[in-house]
C-alpha cells in the first residue's frame, strides 16, 4: 500500500500566488522528509531536506525564501512555492524512508499561468 | 564526473526478450543501492533493492551488484510493454542521500 501521500495532485495558479503542497506519511512516523522537483524530460532534482521540528536544509541553488518547508509534526511536511511563476512549473514529489527504503509520494503537477 | 551514471536511451527490447539496464557509480563508500522503475507523468516506484554483491531476484526482476567495479545493473526477464518506462538508478552514500542517475528510457516493443 501507499507509503506517502500528497496533496492536491494537480494545482494550475496564477502567476505571483502562493501555492502549498501536503505531504503526509501514512502508518509511520518520518522525521525526515525530501522535496524533489522534476521538469519534463529530467531527472529528479532534490530541493530540499526538512526535519521534524528544526529548519530544512537546501540544496545550493534553491531559495529558502521561494520554497517554504514546514515540518511541524512527524507525519506532515508542507512546501509552500510563494509568489509562483511559469517557471516554477513543474512536478514535486516529497519521499521519505520508513526502514532504511526511500518511497516516494504520488507527486503533485503544478501549472503557474 | 557525475556520481551516478545511467545511458539515458532509449533502450528498445522486443516483447519477451531480457533488457539489461546498466548503471555506474563513482563512490566506493556507498552502502545501499536502488531501482526505481517512473511511468510517464508519475512518480518513481521502488522496483529493487540490493546491498550486498551479487546477485538478487525478484520474479522477474534481477539486480547485480559488483561493488569492486563499482557496478549495478537491473535485468528484466520476459519484457512485457507494461514495463516500457524510465527507469532510476540510486545509490545512497554515505550522507544519507539518494543519488539519483538520469535514468534509462525502456520500450519494449509488441
Known amino acids: 500500500g501507499a507509503v506517502v501521500s500528497q496533496h492536491p495532485s494537480w494545482v494550475i495558479c496564477k502567476s505571483g500566488t502562493s501555492v502549498k503542497i501536503e505531504c503526509r506519511s501514512l502508518d509511520f512516523q518520518a522525521t525526515t522528509m525530501f522535496w524533489y522537483r522534476q521538469f519534463p524530460k529530467q531527472s529528479l532534482m532534490l530541493m530540499a531536506t526538512?526535519?521534524?521540528?528544526?529548519?530544512?536544509?537546501?540544496e545550493q541553488g534553491v531559495e529558502k525564501d521561494k520554497f517554504l518547508i514546514n515540518h511541524a509534526s512527524l507525519t506532515l511536511s508542507t512546501l509552500t512555492v510563494t509568489s509562483a511563476h511559469p517557471e516554477d512549473s513543474s512536478f514535486y514529489i516529497c519521499s521519505t524512508y520508513p526502514r532504511e527504503t526511500q518511497y516516494f509520494g504520488p507527486g503533485t503537477r503544478l501549472l503557474v499561468l | 564526473q557525475k556520481e551516478v551514471e545511467q545511458n539515458s536511451g532509449p533502450l528498445s527490447v522486443p516483447e519477451g526478450a531480457i533488457a539489461s539496464l546498466n548503471c555506474t557509480y563513482s563512490d566506493r563508500v556507498s552502502q545501499s543501492f536502488f531501482w526505481y522503475r517512473q511511468y510517464s507523468g508519475k512518480s518513481p516506484e521502488l522496483i529493487m533493492s540490493?546491498?550486498?554483491?551479487g546477485d538478487k531476484e525478484d520474479g522477474r526482476f534481477t539486480a547485480q551488484l559488483n561493488k569492486a567495479s563499482q557496478y549495478v545493473s537491473l535485468l528484466i526477464r520476459d519484457s512485457q510493454p507494461s514495463d516500457s518506462a524510465t527507469y532510476l538508478c540510486a545509490v545512497l552514500f554515505g550522507n544519507e542521500k539518494l543519488t539519483f542517475g538520469t535514468g534509462t528510457r525502456l520500450t519494449i516493443i509488441p
Open positions: 526538512s526535519n521534524e521540528g528544526s529548519k530544512a536544509t537546501y
Open positions: 540490493i546491498y550486498s554483491n
